[in-house]
């Protein structure tokens, strides 16, 4: 099953991208590999998930931040390649998670994400990846990830 084919049995709808929040673009193609800049927990009404998670946000609900992440992660990918069925594998993603002090359950957070990411693309949705925690995320966002792409 296709990528795009899935995403529509998941009943997942991508938004459209945003413009990005700085002086950078959210997409750079080099060779067969898509460098995605920092993406956020966007909402479709255009709020972000914000606040630390450990204080502000529960680990469940976070993990629903880094899922969100991931779709708009997703319609990033799709602007830029046209479609998801020109991605051959996600090969990195770096999570980092906005934590309280004494948080340090990032891996369970960016799983929002990395799950997500298996769900549409099987097998080629498994990646390499790092999820660290910081002190502060721009705007306050709960989550925030980079991923590298491989086209096919």
Sequence with gaps: MSAEDRLRELGIELPAPGPPMGSFVPARRVGNLLYLSGQG???PDGSWITGKVGSDLTLEQAVE???LTGIVSLAVIRH?????DAVA??????GMVNTAPG???????INGCSDLLIEVFGE???HA??????????????VEIEMIVEIA
């Design 41 to 43: 927990p966007q909402q």
């Design 65 to 67: 931040a880094a899922r």
């Design 80 to 84: 830029a390649l046209g479609s998801l």
């Design 89 to 94: 594998g996600i090969v990195k993603l770096l």
């Design 103 to 109: 948080f340090n359950d990032t891996p369970a957070v």
């Design 124 to 126: 080629a949705g498994r």
């Design 129 to 142: 990846r790092s999820a660290v925690g910081m002190a502060e995320l721009p705007s306050d966002i709960s």
